[in-house]
């Protein structure tokens, strides 16, 4: 039996998170209805999936690079933007459907793709497609993602967007953009933000490495298993890099372009500049995005970066922003600062992870209530209604 002395000598190491563990996909059971319906915030999700997974899957959902200082960054822009509510506007009828790329949602939350959804919940992206499909909303499915595309096309009943990473060879990416065209996706995001897999610390600590059984399933054979790196650290980063083309440049744009006839979406955008650039490659959309400050650290959070951005793309594309959202409050905010709608990731994360589809469906049912009422409070009836006199820089 441990003694006392042995059993906190084993607490330090995990909270120092410097022992290599075996991630483990699940711990306990799902939450409860009751349990999700006791969740007053995404938040509290974030505390049921924490107890649920293990502390690697934990780490890898949950973290950024570096010193996370864009992680922290990305919420405490949040916190600097307060809203400005007007009075004795007629509230009765709040309205938050809006369009994406001409696709009717029935808000403007749509769900950020992430990869590795299986660790969170065996149904993985089937759950999140599910559920996206319950609250109206588009889903963008991960290039690496745990059931194939077509699967989740299969079981979707809300319209898909699929996630691409152009690789160096490039015609897996050109058969990914043909499938997912095939299989109905509407858009395609194509992901500029990763040259290269940031520094992300808590995976290097925690050995990090997909649990057995869990396997990329866009790819076949040997591709779609994640080898343990062999030089210790985290087996992710290792093994993301044979995915990623450094020699990428805006022409990708013009190539991708040639190869299917999806709009494309180009997601990872911080500068004014590169906003204009997107705009002149072709994009049909931005999403400002620094990866959920994953990728460079020290980047600058998305809703700072947004205005700048929206200014560039001077109304010749939608422009969407993640990174940060967990709130109604936040949503006003981003689209009052020239967002059409916004993505979120982790949110959907932690509600799989603490109930599978339902636990996805209380995440983003919780996020649209509570835009409904901020809206109310803030004497805004329609998206329409939002606008740069909406929030103050506190
Ligand atoms: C665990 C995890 C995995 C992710 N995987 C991908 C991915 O495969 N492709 C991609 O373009 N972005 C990926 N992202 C970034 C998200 O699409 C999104 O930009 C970010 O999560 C938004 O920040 P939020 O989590 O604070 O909402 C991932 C993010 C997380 C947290």
């Not at 570096?66 to 960054?73: F, I, K, P």
């Not at 979707?156 to 897996?172: E, K, M, N």
């Not at 062999?230 to 093994?239: D, I, L, P």
């Not at 999806?262 to 002149?280: R, T, Y």
Request: hydrophobic letters at 45%; glycine letters at 8%; one cysteine or more.
């Amino acid at each position: 039996m441990a003694t006392p002395k042995k059993r906190s000598a084993r607490k330090a190491r995990s909270r120092s998170g410097t022992s290599a563990r075996k991630p483990r996909a699940r711990t306990t059971a799902p939450a409860s209805a009751s349990q999700l319906t006791a969740c007053a915030c995404v938040q509290d999700l974030e505390a049921i999936a924490k107890r649920r997974l293990s502390r690697a899957v934990y780490d890898y959902y949950a973290g950024g690079a570096e010193d996370e200082q864009t992680l922290t960054a990305n919420r405490e822009a949040f916190g600097r933007v307060f809203i400005r509510p007007r009075a004795l506007v007629d509230v009765s009828r709040i309205d938050i459907a809006t369009t994406a790329l001409g696709t009717p949602i029935a808000m403007p939350v749509m769900v950020a793709p992430t990869a590795y959804q299986r660790m969170a919940h065996r149904d993985g992206e089937l759950a999140t497609a599910r559920a996206a499909g319950e609250a109206g909303t588009i889903m963008v499915a991960s290039t690496i993602a745990t059931y194939s595309l077509e699967e989740i096309a299969k079981v979707a009943t809300a319209p898909l967007w699929f996630q691409l990473y152009v690789q160096p060879d490039r015609s897996i990416s050109r058969d990914l953009a043909r499938r997912a065209e095939a299989a109905g996706y509407r858009a395609l995001c194509l992901t500029v933000d990763t040259p290269q897999i940031g520094q992300r610390e808590r995976d290097v600590r925690n050995q990090f490495a997909l649990p057995r059984g869990i396997r990329m399933m866009n790819f076949e054979g040997n591709r779609s298993v994640m080898p343990r790196s062999s030089a210790g650290g985290s087996a992710f980063a290792s093994y993301a890099s044979s995915l990623l083309d450094p020699t990428l440049t805006w022409d990708a744009i013009a190539w991708l372009r040639g190869e299917t006839k999806l709009p494309i979406v180009v997601k990872g955008i911080i500068s004014g500049e590169d906003a204009a650039l997107a705009v002149q490659a072709g994009a049909a959309a931005i999403v400002v995005s620094n990866h959920g400050g994953r990728q460079l650290d020290a980047c600058e959070p998305t809703l700072a970066a947004l205005p700048n951005v929206v200014e560039a793309a001077a109304g010749q594309v939608e422009v969407y922003l993640d990174g940060g959202v967990r709130r109604g409050t936040d949503v006003i905010k981003a689209l009052a600062l020239g967002a059409r709608a916004v993505l979120v990731g982790r949110p959907v994360l932690w509600g799989l992870a603490a109930g599978g589809q339902a636990g996805v469906r209380r995440a983003l049912e919780m996020l649209r209530a509570e835009l409904v009422l901020a809206m109310t409070l803030a004497g805004c009836p329609s998206l329409r209604s939002l606008g740069p006199r909406t929030v103050v820089r506190a």
